[in-house]
């Protein structure tokens, strides 16, 4: 009889632990992550050219860039609805994740970190075949184009 009701009480707090898991997501999934929305490298000019998207879908962060370099001679870019990179909302302000280039199609590692107005763009670990884009950027938020 005591196994009976321990194996209940123990169902209980699972499934009440559960429950509350869900209801703490679901009520994060209204909040704005800082790394959403349209950022622009603040060195863009007629050489090189980086833009990045970043949105939210569910608890993840999906983002793609575009990145022209060399006058257009060299382009990486995502097709258009393509993702780059994806991974579950950071609890920080540093965003760690693998990313593809779309110039080679092969990986590397990419972090993000979020000052309170910028985002710096750090590539770790570079894709083993060719990639244009900067290995590191300070991007700023395109006001134009963002949700906050």
């Known amino acids: 009889m005591k196994k009976a009701s321990t194996i209940i009480l123990v169902c209980l707090f699972l499934m009440l632990n559960r429950g509350f898991a869900q209801f703490a997501s679901a009520g994060m999934s209204n909040t704005v992550s800082p790394f ?3 950022w622009e490298w603040e060195d863009n ?24 370099m060399k006058k ?6 995502a097709e258009e609805n393509a993702i780059s990179f994806a991974g579950p909302i950071p609890a920080t302000t540093t965003f760690i994740v693998p990313f593809k280039s779309a110039f080679s199609e092969l990986t590397g590692k990419l972090q993000l970190t979020f000052d ?9 670990e570079q894709p083993r075949g060719e990639f244009y884009v900067p ?14």
């Open 36 to 38: 959403e929305g349209e």
């Open 45 to 68: 000019d007629l050489e090189h050219n980086f833009v990045l998207k970043i949105i939210r879908s569910g608890n993840y962060l999906k983002g793609s860039y575009c990145s022209v």
């Open 72 to 77: 257009g001679l060299k382009i990486d870019c």
């Open 116 to 124: 309170g107005f910028n985002i710096l763009w750090e590539i770790l």
């Open 135 to 148: 290995k590191q950027a300070i991007l700023i938020k395109d006001r134009n184009n963002s949700p906050n």
